[in-house]
């Protein structure tokens, strides 16, 4: 009888104990949370995932730069710079 008893909550335990995983975009992303949460940690996270956010960080930060350029001489012209740059680049590759 106390096997019994002790084996009824050593199970309930394990529930307890039990992580939800989710993932909002097929596995790329997981995070974990507690049944019954709403509270969810970043578990994982695809490397290459991480990357790719860095770079369209980078990408929405020149296309601030080019927006600004309209109010800033300076910028202005350094932007041309770097147009000319970008282009002599591709014309020699």
Same mark, same amino acid.
């Given at each position: 009888?106390?096997?019994? $008893?002790?084996? %009824? +909550?050593?199970? *309930?335990?394990? &529930?307890?104990?039990?992580? +939800?995983?989710?993932?909002?975009?097929?596995?790329?992303? +997981?995070? =974990? @949370?507690?049944?019954? $949460? %709403?509270?969810?940690? #970043?578990?994982?996270?695809?490397?290459? #995932?991480? @990357?790719?956010?860095?770079? #369209?960080?980078?990408?929405?930060?020149?296309?601030? &730069?080019? $927006? =600004?350029? @309209?109010?800033? +001489?300076? #910028?202005?012209?350094?932007?041309?710079? *770097?147009? &000319?740059?970008?282009?002599?680049? @591709?014309?020699? %590759?």
């Amino acid at each position: 009888m106390c096997y019994t $008893s002790l084996n %009824t +909550v050593m199970q *309930v335990s394990k &529930i307890t104990e039990l992580t +939800v995983f989710e993932s909002p975009d097929g596995g790329r992303t +997981v995070y =974990a @949370r507690k049944p019954g $949460s %709403t509270h969810r940690e #970043l578990h994982w996270q695809d490397p290459n #995932l991480q @990357r790719e956010l860095a770079e #369209l960080e980078q990408q929405k930060r020149w296309v601030d &730069i080019f $927006s =600004a350029r @309209r109010d800033n +001489v300076e #910028l202005d012209r350094l932007c041309e710079q *770097v147009e &000319i740059m970008y282009e002599l680049g @591709r014309k020699n %590759t």
